[in-house]
């Protein structure tokens, strides 16, 4: 297990450089951060003096040393338009995020495993092609559709939930502040999650579905059957764990990448998450701000990775951790 460890945390180091390499690279295609700083009434003497300044005629490798020395110690940079440290503004977004992504994957799982081992167990009912059809649906419609929807159905037609906004918030602590304390809170929060998760719930009924009935029909679960065992332990002892163990794998990862996904969804929302900020920081061609957010989401999707797998050998012991690849 350190053996392993230590191995991913080498890895994670690696993708986190090529990361920023790349999130760093992109910020000369963004635009002229000048142009939201002065303005246009600056002349061209003035704007170059500040290009000096800023460091922004620099050679890329200078300018890419100097970055990545600064986010060894925590600095990402300071924001053109908020006027502070860029990892600030982002920490002050991601409890909104995170908060949005964990309400999702509450609703995936338990929707996901009940219709996912259903339809497996009774693929030839009503309600299970009624399932598979309506996740059929789910995939082909994008999500911001989802969220017009959603929007127009509860919000506006029914009035029962309110359509943007995070409301107010009760603090915890620090940046964190949490939808989750009150009835207020979860009715802010209810319409963007169920948006979100519509991203990845077809896919995880699909992935369960399929993953059940490829172990109902395994020759463990058969013998289990000739030993008269009862049908529902089989189902939900010796089938769904077995199940469960590439969902982990598949799922963990793709819930992390939701991360990334909430940007549609914050936008429609109007929710105060990073997802909405990095559309804001393009808008404004906040080059600091974009290349913080690239670098943060990446570091997310790593740890995720990196702990799904870590999950994953702990939930099936026949893996030895230690000679795993990626």
């Known amino acids: 297990m350190f053996a392993y460890l230590v191995k991913r945390l080498f890895q994670a180091a690696a993708v986190m450089f090529a990361i920023s390499i790349v999130a760093f690279a992109i910020q000369d295609n963004l635009g002229d951060p000048l142009r939201e700083l002065v303005g246009q009434s600056v002349s061209e003497e003035v704007r170059q003096q500040l290009r000096d300044e800023l460091g922004l005629n620099d050679s890329f490798i200078e300018q890419y040393l100097r970055f990545a020395g600064r986010a060894i110690?925590?600095?990402?940079?300071?924001?053109?338009?908020?006027?502070?440290?860029?990892?600030?503004?982002?920490?002050?977004?991601?409890?909104?995020?995170?908060?949005?992504?964990?309400?999702?994957?509450?609703?995936?799982?338990?929707?996901?495993?009940?219709?996912?081992?259903?339809?497996?167990?009774?693929?030839?009912?009503?309600?299970?092609?009624?399932?598979?059809?309506?996740?059929?649906?789910?995939?082909?419609?994008?999500?911001?559709?989802?969220?017009?929807?959603?929007?127009?159905?509860?919000?506006?037609?029914?009035?029962?939930?309110?359509s943007f906004g995070r409301g107010d918030p009760v603090h915890v602590f620090g940046y964190w502040e949490t939808n989750f304390a009150n009835w207020a809170g979860l009715r802010q929060i209810l319409l963007p999650s169920i948006a979100l998760s519509s991203i990845m719930l077809p896919l995880f009924i699909r992935l369960i579905r399929a993953e059940m009935l490829e172990t109902l029909d395994s020759e463990y679960v058969k013998y289990a059957y000739a030993k008269g065992l009862q049908t529902r332990r089989i189902w939900f002892v010796h089938a769904l764990k077995n199940t469960l163990l590439p969902v982990i794998t598949v799922g963990g990862v793709q819930i992390g990448t939701m991360v990334a996904y909430t940007i549609l969804t914050e936008t429609v929302f109007q929710w105060p998450g990073m997802g909405f900020m990095f559309l804001e920081a393009v808008n404004r061609v906040d080059t600091p701000l974009i290349v913080a957010y690239l670098i943060v989401v990446g570091f997310i999707f790593v740890l995720t990775n990196t702990v799904v797998d870590l999950i994953y050998g702990l939930v099936n012991p026949t893996v030895n951790l230690s000679r795993m690849g990626a």
């Open 73 to 162: 110690q925590g600095d990402l940079g300071t924001s053109y338009f908020f006027k502070e440290p860029a990892l600030d503004v982002i920490l002050r977004k991601l409890p909104a995020t995170l908060e949005l992504v964990f309400g999702a994957t509450v609703i995936i799982i338990g929707l996901s495993i009940p219709l996912g081992v259903y339809t497996a167990i009774k693929p030839n009912s009503i309600f299970s092609k009624v399932v598979m059809g309506v996740s059929i649906i789910g995939i082909s419609i994008p999500v911001f559709l989802t969220a017009i929807l959603l929007i127009f159905f509860f919000a506006v037609e029914l009035r029962w939930l309110p």
